[in-house]
């Protein structure tokens, strides 16, 4: 797609756009240039000569007061986001004002929730309870990172009871294997034996534990598809056929499937009208929408993006 020069009036119709609330994206793409260029000249980095600029909405500059005041507020439970929407500044410039990583020499930090000892014991009994580390870390305080890192004795090893994660065995693994051939789900295999469904995904299929005989082979494989297959695959859909029994009939992977029928893929095999891209490209370059475009070739308009990107 043909980059669009930039004149004076463009650039003045464009902050008017953006002062009126039109979003930097939809103006990339009115204008046919890219959001980093749209932005630039928006905001004045570029075409500073002309005049009104869009100012960002996070460009308040805080004083001592509004820090004193912002830091009460996270005090009394306020959240960060919040705090940050109401000193028009981002979220990032808020938190380090609040923890003192800026704004040092005013006093009042946010210090966060510092554990003891006792605190750590009970989070990991909670823990093999079976509580779930997001709903520890809000009763604690903490991050979730933070939590989990203390539960497994990443940190605080030296207190005694740090959560150890399943461990597999060869029996665990056959018997995962079994379960899968009739018809388990990974998800539900995943946590009948408390491990990540990632850990138990690559265990079922061998590349893990390779050594012990009956992987459970993947339902899709990495099969080319024909024409005439693709041809079907989009007419099957049309008849309302499930993306899911599409590719269990053709053993392929369901992301395979959706790419075929959105055009990402063989974009030009299969829709009611051949696709001619120089004639998407010239559409494209005289104002059509892309969703009338898509619509004018049976595609979608991811279809139709990915055929423009053909000639950037």
Request: hydrophobic share 35%; glycine share 8%; with cysteine.
């Amino acid at each position: 797609m043909q980059r669009t020069k930039l004149t004076e009036e463009k650039v003045i119709e464009m902050r008017q756009l953006r002062k009126d609330g039109a979003k930097v994206k939809d103006i990339a793409e009115r204008f046919g240039i890219s959001c980093s260029s749209t932005s630039n000249a928006l905001t004045g980095k570029t075409w500073s000569h002309v005049n009104g600029a869009f100012k960002p909405l996070y460009s308040n500059r805080l004083t001592e007061e509004e820090v004193i005041k912002m830091r009460q507020l996270r005090k009394d439970g306020a959240k960060v986001k919040d705090i940050a929407e109401r000193f028009g500044i981002s979220c990032v410039c808020a938190s380090y004002a609040l923890t003192g990583k800026t704004w040092s020499h005013v006093n009042g930090a946010f210090k966060p929730n510092r554990l003891t000892e006792e605190e750590v014991i009970k989070m990991r009994q909670l823990r093999k309870d079976g509580a779930k580390v997001k709903d520890i870390a809000e009763r604690f305080g903490i991050h979730c990172t933070s939590t989990s890192r203390v539960l497994t004795g990443k940190i605080w090893s030296h207190v005694n009871g740090a959560f150890k994660p399943n461990r597999l065995t060869e029996e665990k693994v056959i018997k995962m294997r079994q379960l899968r051939k009739d018809g388990a789900k990974v998800k539900d295999i995943a946590e009948r034996f408390g491990i990540a469904r990632a850990s138990a995904s690559q265990a079922l299929t061998g590349k893990t534990w390779s050594h012990v005989n009956g992987a459970v082979k993947p339902l899709y494989s990495k099969k080319k598809l024909t024409e005439e297959e693709v041809i079907e695959i989009r007419q099957l859909r049309k008849d309302g056929a499930k993306v899911k029994d599409i590719a269990e009939r053709f053993g392929i992977h369901y992301m395979s499937v959706s790419r075929v029928l959105n055009g990402r893929t063989w974009s030009s095999v299969g829709y009611g009208k051949p696709i001619k891209a120089l004639e998407i490209r010239w559409l494209k370059e005289n104002k059509v929408r892309t969703k009338d475009i898509a619509k004018l070739y049976g595609m979608s308009c991811n279809g139709v993006y990915a055929i423009l990107r053909a000639f950037r």
